[in-house]
């Protein structure tokens, strides 16, 4: 006899468990309506979300766009330059700068310095074994101020005329 009320006592404790999952798996419940005369201060259902458009679709050949993170850059003379590591755009998303890793051996001695976008030459860039020219001497980048992270930064340019990019605080 105890074993039956302890059967009939958890069978009614999980009837009422599986309703309460039920319930909550089907969403809130509404409020059923009063017999108040003053409309609900709230909607009582959340508004339809808008169904997003779908997004635009732009096809690119292969041989027509190349990324040039990690590219080679040379001289107009074939010396090695380094390689671009990071490119830096204004906030209308058009790119100003390349920063180049120059000098140095496996890392070490090397120094990164930012040049004019319209410096730099894509030519064939079809492989990765192609390289990128630069319009300026090693000398010129050599001397250039080295790239840092969160400080001002100087770009050097091959014509010498270079826009200057100002932001409004």
């Not at 005369?37 to 009582?44: K, N, T």
Request: aromatic share 4%.
């Amino acid at each position: 006899m105890r074993a039956t009320r302890g059967l009939v006592f958890l069978a009614i404790t999980l009837a009422g468990f599986v309703a309460a999952v039920s319930r909550a798996a089907d969403g809130p419940t509404l409020p059923q309506a009063s017999q108040d005369p003053q409309p609900p201060s709230a909607p009582l259902a959340a508004p339809l979300k808008e169904v997003a458009p779908p997004p635009s679709v732009t096809i690119i050949g292969a041989a027509d766009a190349h990324g040039v993170l990690g590219r080679d850059v040379r001289s107009p003379t074939d010396e090695n330059m380094g390689h671009i590591v990071d490119v830096i755009v204004d906030r209308a998303g058009s790119p100003r700068a390349a920063i180049i890793d120059f000098g140095g051996f496996l890392g070490v001695g090397s120094r990164k310095i930012a040049v004019d976008w319209n410096a730099l030459h894509f030519g064939r860039i079809a492989s990765k074994s192609d390289s990128i020219t630069l319009e300026l001497t090693k000398e010129q980048v050599s001397a250039a101020p080295e790239y840092k992270e969160g400080a001002p930064i100087v770009v050097l340019g091959a014509s010498g005329n270079l826009r200057p990019l100002k932001f409004d605080p």
